[in-house]
């Protein structure tokens, strides 16, 4: 009986661990991603602390190995500087973080989940951040994660050969400038927003005339009318919650919150990786973004800045993160956007 429980848990381990894909140099295949040969990274040995009552070191072994496809693209000298086409595999963040016990530092004022946001550090001590509802909530699981293969994709006419990373790396696949796509990760610590704004959920009028926008400590604009001057955009959604569920199926018009909030930042490798935006209501509900997940998409999935100037009950602000599945992080009845970066 052991021997048959053996076999079969090491039959389930080589399955988990095969190669998603094998080479197809002769492009038999309608696959455009696996014309290269797989090349393995070490897997890196990564322990998850923070705000968590059960630190832990990753089990990899446990995992499935997911594939993200990605156009690298780095910043030199403030200018875009294309890297190479690659199709990375590995073990998601959705997957790592999957039986992490979070435990907020303000848990008994506001226990949702989505203020809360991940550093990773690598070995050289560079950091990046990833919201939870980054990892989460979007419709597109499972598009963060850490690679221990990789291989290139190769145009078939220039037959480009794409510089090849040594180590393992994390790899954001929503983004379009690839700063946080740091290589060897060694934690993941958890954070969540630390500012107090205790949550009245019996308001009855949550009315915010006015949105505050904050840089640090700094409060750089009261923002009282709805800009008009941008382009709006028009969503057709199912609204659906984490909690409540479906809220309705309707139409979402407003304008996209990097644009109103793109004069009080600049594109950098710093903000790219470890800026923060926080939005807060005036029942104290509240989210996190990162610069990156605002500023930073390859995929056109933008936050929206929402005009509720006649709801009375929940304006005049409010957000639409288009991206994600759930509606959770739709924050209404702004009172203030913080801007903020890992100190």
Same mark, same amino acid.
């Given at each position: 009986?052991?021997? &048959?429980? +053996?076999?079969?848990?090491?039959?389930?381990?080589?399955?988990?661990? $095969?190669?998603? +894909?094998?080479?197809?140099?002769?492009? !038999?295949?309608?696959?455009?991603?696996?014309?290269?040969?797989?090349?393995?990274?070490?897997?890196?040995?990564?322990?998850?602390? @923070?705000?968590?009552?059960?630190?832990?070191?990753?089990?990899?072994?446990?995992?499935?190995?997911?594939?993200?496809?990605?156009?690298?693209?780095?910043?030199?000298?403030?200018?875009?500087?294309?890297?190479?086409?690659?199709?990375?595999?590995?073990?998601?963040?959705?997957?790592?973080?999957?039986?992490?016990?979070?435990?907020? !530092?303000?848990?008994?004022?506001?226990?949702? $989940?989505?203020?809360?946001?991940?550093?990773?550090?690598?070995?050289? @001590?560079?950091?990046?951040?990833?919201?939870?509802?980054?990892?989460?909530?979007?419709?597109?699981?499972?598009?963060?994660?850490?690679?221990?293969?990789?291989?290139?994709?190769?145009?078939?006419?220039?037959?480009?050969?794409?510089?090849?990373?040594?180590?393992?790396?994390?790899?954001?696949?929503?983004?379009?400038?690839?700063?946080?796509?740091?290589?060897?990760?060694?934690?993941?610590?958890?954070?969540?927003?630390?500012?107090?704004?205790?949550?009245?959920?019996? $308001?009855?009028?949550?009315?915010?005339?006015?949105m505050n926008v904050f840089k640090e400590e700094n409060l750089v604009d009261s923002i009282?009318?709805?800009?008009?001057?941008?382009?709006?955009?028009?969503?057709?959604?199912?609204?659906?919650?984490?909690? &409540?569920?479906?809220?309705?199926?309707?139409?979402?018009?407003?304008?996209?919150? !990097?644009?109103?909030?793109?004069?009080?930042?600049?594109?950098?490798? &710093?903000?790219?990786?470890?800026?923060?935006?926080?939005?807060?209501?005036?029942? @104290?509900?509240?989210?996190? +973004?990162?610069?990156?997940?605002? +500023?930073?998409?390859?995929?056109?999935?933008?936050?929206?800045?929402?005009?509720?100037?006649?709801?009375? !009950?929940?304006?005049?602000?409010?957000?639409?993160?288009?991206?994600?599945?759930?509606?959770?992080?739709?924050?209404?009845?702004?009172?203030?956007?913080?801007?903020?970066?890992?100190?």
């Amino acid at each position: 009986m052991r021997t &048959k429980i +053996f076999l079969i848990l090491f039959l389930t381990q080589c399955v988990l661990s $095969m190669p998603l +894909f094998s080479q197809d140099t002769e492009d !038999k295949t309608n696959d455009f991603y696996d014309n290269d040969v797989t090349v393995n990274l070490p897997v890196p040995a990564i322990e998850v602390i @923070g705000e968590v009552s059960n630190p832990s070191k990753v089990d990899f072994s446990k995992l499935l190995l997911r594939s993200v496809i990605v156009k690298e693209t780095v910043l030199i000298e403030g200018k875009d500087s294309f890297v190479g086409a690659y199709r990375y595999d590995g073990y998601s963040l959705y997957d790592i973080l999957n039986n992490t016990i979070v435990k907020k !530092k303000l848990e008994a004022e506001f226990g949702s $989940m989505i203020d809360v946001w991940v550093e990773i550090e690598n070995n050289k @001590g560079e950091k990046v951040t990833v919201s939870w509802g980054e990892i989460y909530y979007p419709s597109n699981r499972n598009y963060i994660i850490i690679a221990v293969k990789v291989a290139r994709i190769v145009p078939s006419k220039t037959k480009d050969l794409w510089p090849l990373p040594t180590e393992s790396k994390l790899i954001i696949g929503s983004d379009l400038l690839t700063e946080r796509n740091i290589l060897n990760p060694v934690k993941i610590i958890v954070h969540s927003f630390s500012k107090s704004y205790p949550v009245n959920k019996e $308001m009855t009028s949550a009315f915010s005339p006015v949105m505050n926008v904050f840089k640090e400590e700094n409060l750089v604009d009261s923002i009282k009318k709805y800009p008009t001057d941008l382009p709006v955009q028009d969503y057709h959604t199912v609204f659906y919650g984490r909690g &409540k569920g479906i809220h309705g199926i309707k139409d979402f018009k407003g304008v996209m919150l !990097k644009e109103v909030l793109r004069k009080y930042t600049e594109l950098s490798k &710093k903000n790219l990786q470890t800026m923060m935006v926080a939005v807060i209501a005036k029942d @104290g509900f509240r989210c996190v +973004f990162t610069y990156s997940e605002l +500023f930073n998409r390859n995929d056109f999935a933008e936050v929206l800045l929402i005009d509720r100037s006649t709801d009375e !009950k929940f304006g005049a602000f409010s957000v639409f993160p288009t991206p994600d599945y759930f509606s959770d992080r739709a924050v209404k009845a702004i009172k203030e956007i913080r801007i903020f970066n890992l100190k």
